[in-house]
T-cell receptor
Framework: AQKITQTQPGMFVQEKEAVTLDCTYDTSDQSYGLFWYKQPSSGEMIFLIYQGSYDEQNATEGRYSLNFQKARKSANLVISASQLGDSAMYFCAMREPLTGANNLFFGTGTRLTVIP | DAMVIQNPRYQVTQFGKPVTLSCSQTLNHNVMYWYQQKSSQAPKLLFHYYDKDFNNEADTPDNFQSRRPNTSFCFLDIRSPGLGDAAMYLC?????????????FGNGTRLTVT
């Protein structure tokens, strides 16, 4: 079973509008971490935001916020006031408490295009 | 600024000719990772070091090797590159393997095999 599911291969948003990128996850652990990364066409993977499973407040970082709904196992990324530079691939990821092993799981990504 | 640096940014090699990609970090993180990312796919973990302990993923081909001479540096060696090894190679670091620390990635090396 997929650990991280991103159902939107591509999304379009008008400049200055808000957009939500969907992410659902699957884990039986009580402790886990959720991350969003941005990957522009240049290829670097940029860390955007983190949400811990025990955090009661939704994480926010500038124009990015994470809509964490634990019971639904969803961790959607909300980008407010979209800018042309937000056009990129966005990956949702989850870390589980597996020491000594590959404990970071990526989704398949969503390609966001911001339209002027 | 503390960061993860990968060299070179672009690498072209010939089929079967060994190639080495390098990664350095100033974050003093104890875990370093190498990922392979093919076009329009998520990154795939090849191996990682927890301090000096090397951890190879079960499906990583023997063609791929790694060295970590010290905390700051890590190398990816491809002994006999094939056309299928053309990809973006991403180095990443993290402070431990708990659920909290994010991975910090370098800019990547885009490998072309001719």
């Amino acid at each position: 079973a997929q650990k991280i599911t991103q159902t939107q291969p591509g999304m379009f948003v008008q400049e200055k509008e808000a957009v939500t990128l969907d992410c659902t996850y699957d884990t039986s652990d009580q402790s886990y971490g959720l991350f969003w990364y941005k990957q522009p066409s240049s290829g670097e993977m940029i860390f955007l935001i983190y949400q811990g499973s025990y955090d009661e407040q939704n994480a926010t970082e500038g124009r990015y916020s994470l809509n964490f709904q634990k019971a639904r196992k969803s961790a959607n990324l909300v980008i407010s006031a979209s800018q042309l530079g937000d056009s990129a691939m966005y990956f949702c990821a989850m870390r589980e408490p597996l020491t000594g092993a590959n404990n970071l799981f990526f989704g398949t990504g969503t390609r966001l295009t911001v339209i002027p | 600024d503390a960061m993860v640096i990968q060299n070179p940014r672009y690498q072209v090699t010939q089929f079967g000719k060994p190639v080495t990609l390098s990664c350095s970090q100033t974050l003093n993180h104890n875990v370093m990772y190498w990922y392979q990312q093919k076009s329009s796919q998520a990154p795939k973990l090849l191996f990682h070091y927890y301090d000096k302990d090397f951890n190879n993923e079960a499906d990583t081909p023997d063609n791929f090797q790694s060295r970590r001479p010290n905390t700051s540096f890590c190398f990816l060696d491809i002994r006999s590159p094939g056309l299928g090894d053309a990809a973006m190679y991403l180095c990443a670091t993290s402070r431990g393997q708990g659920v909290g620390p994010p991975l910090h990635f370098g800019n990547g090396t885009r490998l072309t095999v001719t």
